[in-house]
C-alpha cells in the first residue's frame, strides 16, 4: 500500500517535470528568431493609409495576420504584384488587376486579384488551403472579360507553408531571394499607381547575417 501510494506521487511528480519540460520546449519551439527579424525590418504603416486592403505592399502580411503576429483577421495568403522597370534606376511599382492563381496540394484553387496598390489576400476563414501551394501569375486583359486569364509566369517551385509571398519575395534579387512579386509581361505604357502607401522594398533583413559569414 505504502510503497504503491510512494510510487504513485514519484509517477506525478515525474508527470510535472516532464510536464513542465514540454511547456518550456513548446515555448522555445513558438519562438521564431527569423520571422521576428522579418517582422523587426518593416516599416510603420505609411501616413494616410488606415490598416485595410491596400496598406503595407510588399510586405509579408501573414507574418502579421497569424496567431505568431497576433493580427485579426487571419490571412492564410497575402501579398503584393509588381512591376519591375527594365531600367534599374526605377523602383518596382504595384500593379493592379493582375490575378494570382493558387493551387493547394489537393488540387483546390483561388483566382484572387491584385486591388488597386497591388496587393491580394485570402481569409483563412474563407480559405485554408492544403499546403503547398502551386502559384502562378496572370494578365486580366480586358475589363469586360474578367474570366479571360493570360498566363503571365509560373512560380516552379512550391510553396511549403509560408502564406506569406514576401516572407521569400523581399526586394532586391539576390542569391537569397527570388526579388518581388513580378509580372513579366507589364505594357510598357502602365505606370505606377497613385494613392497607394509606398511599397516596402527591404533591405532584406537575411542579407546582412549572409554576408556577415
Ligand atoms: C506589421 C504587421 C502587418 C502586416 C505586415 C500587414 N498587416 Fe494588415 N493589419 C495589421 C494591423 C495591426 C491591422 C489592424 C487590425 C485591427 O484593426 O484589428 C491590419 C488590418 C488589415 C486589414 C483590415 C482588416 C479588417 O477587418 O478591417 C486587411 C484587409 C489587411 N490588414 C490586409 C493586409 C495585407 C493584404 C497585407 C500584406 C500586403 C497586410 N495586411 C500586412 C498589421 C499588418
Ligand atoms: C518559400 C519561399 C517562397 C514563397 C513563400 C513564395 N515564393 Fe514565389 N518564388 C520563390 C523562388 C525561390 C522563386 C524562383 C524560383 C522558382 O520559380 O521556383 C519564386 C518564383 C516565383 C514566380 C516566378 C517568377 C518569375 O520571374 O518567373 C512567381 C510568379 C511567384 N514566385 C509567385 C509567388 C506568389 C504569388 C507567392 C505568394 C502567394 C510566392 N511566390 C511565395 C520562393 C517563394
Known amino acids: 500500500m505504502m510503497r504503491s501510494a510512494r510510487r504513485l506521487a514519484t509517477l506525478a511528480h515525474a508527470g510535472a517535470t516532464l510536464f513542465a519540460a514540454l511547456?518550456?520546449?513548446?515555448?522555445?519551439a513558438c519562438d521564431d528568431p527569423s520571422l521576428d527579424r522579418l517582422l523587426d525590418a518593416l516599416p510603420d504603416e505609411a501616413p494616410g493609409f488606415p490598416p485595410g486592403e491596400v496598406h503595407r505592399p510588399g510586405q509579408p502580411c501573414v507574418a502579421c495576420h497569424s496567431?505568431?503576429?497576433g493580427v485579426e483577421?487571419?490571412?492564410?495568403?497575402?501579398?503584393?504584384?509588381?512591376a519591375v522597370p527594365k531600367d534599374?534606376?526605377?523602383?518596382p511599382f504595384m500593379l493592379e488587376g493582375y490575378a494570382v492563381r493558387l493551387v493547394d496540394s489537393e488540387g483546390e484553387t483561388r483566382v484572387l486579384r491584385t486591388n488597386r496598390c497591388g496587393n491580394f489576400l485570402s481569409k483563412k476563414a474563407d480559405w485554408d488551403p492544403a499546403f503547398?501551394?502551386?502559384?502562378?501569375?496572370?494578365?486580366?486583359?480586358?475589363?469586360?472579360?474578367?474570366?479571360?486569364?493570360?498566363?503571365?509566369?509560373?512560380?516552379?517551385?512550391?510553396?511549403?507553408?509560408?502564406?506569406?509571398?514576401a516572407g521569400c519575395h523581399?526586394?532586391?534579387?539576390?542569391?537569397?531571394?527570388?526579388?518581388?512579386?513580378?509580372?513579366?509581361?507589364?505594357d510598357a505604357s502602365v505606370?505606377?499607381?497613385?494613392?497607394?502607401?509606398?511599397?516596402?522594398?527591404?533591405?532584406?533583413?537575411r542579407l546582412p547575417e549572409i554576408s556577415a559569414q
Open 73 to 82: 483577421p487571419e490571412l492564410s495568403v497575402g501579398g503584393t504584384v509588381f
Open 67 to 69: 496567431p505568431y503576429g
Open 132 to 165: 503547398p501551394l502551386r502559384a502562378e501569375l496572370y494578365q486580366v486583359p480586358r475589363d469586360d472579360q474578367p474570366d479571360v486569364l493570360v498566363q503571365d509566369s509560373v512560380m516552379a517551385s512550391r510553396i511549403g507553408r509560408d502564406g506569406s509571398c
Open 170 to 186: 523581399i526586394h532586391p534579387k539576390s542569391p537569397f531571394s527570388p526579388g518581388v512579386v513580378e509580372a513579366l509581361k507589364v
Open 23 to 28: 511547456v518550456a520546449a513548446l515555448l522555445v
Open 88 to 91: 534599374d534606376s526605377e523602383a
Open 191 to 205: 505606370e505606377p499607381p497613385n494613392d497607394c502607401p509606398p511599397p516596402w522594398l527591404g533591405p532584406d533583413p
